[in-house]
Nanobody, 115 residues
């Protein structure tokens, strides 16, 4: 059974940092593209960052230079380091693993940035 579990969300002041984690079981992250998405109240879910299995990364323009995606293959975990947070980053953050047969999603972790 595949399971993705996010953690690391919370309440932080504007300008602060958080590191989100996404731990996987049942699949191997190192051979997959893994993404972080977020969904703010009343808005559609949007892509924040993608870590490619080949090592490349892509970021939404709104987070470039502030967020960084990385992975620890030994722990089968993907991270999202978020710096210089602003209230506009407030959302539920989800990780997604894309396989050849389907996409898997975690349950999400809430990030709230106060001004």
């Amino acid at each position: 059974q595949v399971q993705l579990v996010e953690s690391g969300g919370g309440l932080v002041q504007a300008g602060g940092s958080l590191r989100l984690s996404c731990a996987a079981s049942g699949i191997v992250f190192s051979i997959l593209d893994v993404g972080w998405y977020r969904q703010a109240p009343g808005k559609e879910r949007e892509l924040v960052a993608v870590g490619r299995s080949g090592g490349g990364t892509n970021y939404a323009d709104s987070v470039k230079g502030r967020f960084a995606i990385s992975r620890d293959s030994a722990k089968n975990t993907v991270y999202l380091q978020m710096n210089t947070l602003s209230p506009e980053d407030t959302a539920v953050y989800y990780c997604q693993a894309k396989t050849a047969w389907r996409d898997y999603w975690g349950q999400g972790t809430q990030v709230t940035v106060s001004s």
